[in-house]
């Protein structure tokens, strides 16, 4: 199972490195890829090392696409006509494409929520067809969540969706979060 997350220039540092660091401990193998380049700064000035530049990856090599939000970077993501060509390919190959914060309407810019429920960063709904207030919502093979606060519970549905219910509930225990 191969993971490609997405780091663009503003992403949100806490959503990134709790998905990354959960689906890790799940076992599950998890390549960044930075927008523009490997060195990536976050919405609150945090330089993250990408494993590599998203322009270097082959996006038939993953089997889930998980896009963090953080501003501007969710806006940036929106931006890159790779990153809404991979949603649409994965999402019509049945892939797992999951987003958090503001980078649902990433989602919705690739045309991907016209006929899904998501939810989305308080004060973004207008910009998906669907939007509900749910703090994680899952819909087939897109899973949608709403921001920070709501990174673990993110990251560990993600692992429900990618490795199961077992080992979803090893990961909640090993980092002490109450499911």
């Not at 896009?67 to 049945?94: A, E, F, M, Q, W």
Request: hydrophobic share 45%; with cysteine.
């Amino acid at each position: 199972m191969n993971v490609l997350v997405p780091l663009a220039e503003g992403f949100e540092e806490i959503e990134a490195m709790t998905v990354v660091d959960v689906l890790r401990r799940a076992g599950i193998k998890v390549v960044t890829a930075g927008l523009p380049g490997t060195i990536v700064l976050g919405s609150r000035n945090v330089k993250v090392i990408a494993d590599t530049k998203l322009d270097d990856i082959v996006a038939k090599d993953y089997d889930a696409l998980v896009l963090v939000g953080g501003s501007p970077g969710y806006t940036n993501l929106s931006k890159s006509n790779k990153i809404l060509k991979v949603i649409g390919d994965y999402h019509r190959d049945g892939k797992l494409v999951a987003a958090v914060c503001g980078a649902p309407t990433v989602l919705a810019e690739a045309g991907i929520l016209t006929n899904i429920k998501a939810t989305v960063y308080p004060g973004l709904e207008k910009y998906i067809p669907k939007p509900r207030s749910e703090r994680v919502l899952a819909e087939g093979n897109v899973i949608t969540s709403q921001g920070p606060g709501t990174s673990m519970e993110f990251a560990l549905k993600l692992v429900e969706y990618l490795a199961g219910k077992e080992t979803m509930k090893n990961v909640s225990e090993q980092v002490l979060f109450r499911l």
